[in-house]
C-alpha cells in the first residue's frame, strides 16, 4: 500500500498567516493527489484534485504543488473558516486509496 | 448538483451486521462511481471499496474483503455498504463519497456506526 505521510500533524497559526502542509508518498503517484477539509462533525471538502488543481468555488488563497512523492497545500492569508483538519489522498492506479492522517489547524 | 445523504447512526453488537445507506440526489450512481471510507475515532480515513460504473462490479480494500459489501438499489440511487461480523474496532463514522478518476466530491454528511456488547 503507498503511505501517505503528512507534516505536521499539528499547526498553530494567526488569521493573516501564510501555512504551508505537506504530504509525502511513500512511492511515486504522478500528481494524483488531492487534499480535503474537514471541520469538526462535517464531511470533508474537496480543495485541489491532480495536486494544483483548484476545485471551482474554493477561494484562491489555497493552492497545491507537487508532483512523485511530494506535495504540498498552501494557504496564503489565513482567515478565520479556514481552521480546521486538511489531509492528503492519493488516487493513483495502484489500489488501495490512501489517506494522510491530517494536520490540524488551530488558532493561535 | 448532486448531493448525497446517509442513513442515520447505529448501534450495533458484536458479531452483527450493519448495513449503511447513501441517497444521491441530482444524479445517479450510474453515471458518477461511489466509494464508501471509514474513519474511526481519533483515526484518519480508510478507504473500503468502491463502485466504478464503469466496471459495475465493486472492488474492496483487502483489509475488508469478504466481509463488506458495496451495492446499489436497481434505480442506482442509492448506495450502499454492508459490514458483517462486527467488532469494537468497526466503531466509527462511515462516509459514502460521489469518486471520480481523480477526487472524491462530494461526500455524505456520515453514518456513525457504534459496535458495543
Known amino acids: 500500500d503507498i503511505q501517505l505521510t503528512q507534516s505536521p500533524s499539528f499547526l498553530s497559526a494567526s488569521v493573516g498567516d501564510r501555512v504551508t502542509i505537506t504530504c509525502r508518498a511513500s512511492?511515486?503517484?504522478?500528481?494524483?493527489l488531492a487534499w480535503y477539509q474537514q471541520k469538526p462533525g462535517k464531511a470533508p471538502k474537496l480543495l485541489i484534485y491532480?495536486?494544483?488543481t483548484l476545485r471551482s468555488g474554493v477561494p484562491s488563497r489555497f493552492s497545491g504543488s507537487g508532483s512523485g512523492t511530494e506535495f504540498t497545500l498552501t494557504i496564503s492569508t489565513l482567515q478565520p473558516e479556514d481552521f480546521a483538519t486538511y489531509f492528503c489522498?492519493?488516487?493513483?492506479?495502484?489500489?488501495?486509496?490512501?489517506f494522510g492522517q491530517g494536520t490540524r489547524l488551530d488558532i493561535k | 448538483q448532486v448531493q448525497l445523504v446517509q442513513s442515520g447512526a447505529e448501534v450495533k453488537k458484536p458479531g452483527s451486521s450493519v448495513k449503511v445507506s447513501c441517497k444521491a440526489s441530482g444524479g445517479t450512481f450510474r453515471t458518477y462511481g461511489v466509494s464508501w471510507v471509514r474513519q474511526a475515532p481519533g483515526q484518519g480515513f480508510e478507504w473500503m471499496g468502491g463502485?466504478?460504473?464503469?466496471?459495475?462490479?465493486?472492488t474492496y480494500s483487502q483489509k475488508f474483503q469478504g466481509r463488506v459489501s458495496i451495492t446499489t438499489d436497481g434505480s442506482a440511487s442509492t448506495a450502499f455498504v454492508e459490514v458483517s461480523s462486527l467488532t469494537s474496532e468497526d466503531t466509527g463514522v462511515y462516509y459514502c463519497?460521489?469518486?471520480?478518476?481523480?477526487?472524491?466530491?462530494?461526500w455524505g454528511q456520515g453514518t456513525l456506526v457504534t459496535v458495543s456488547s
Open positions: 489522498q492519493q488516487l493513483n492506479d495502484y489500489l488501495p486509496i490512501t
Open positions: 463502485v466504478n460504473p464503469l466496471f459495475g462490479t465493486p
Open positions: 463519497a460521489l469518486a471520480f478518476e481523480n477526487y472524491y466530491d462530494p
Open positions: 491532480l495536486a494544483s
Open positions: 512511492q511515486g503517484i504522478s500528481n494524483y
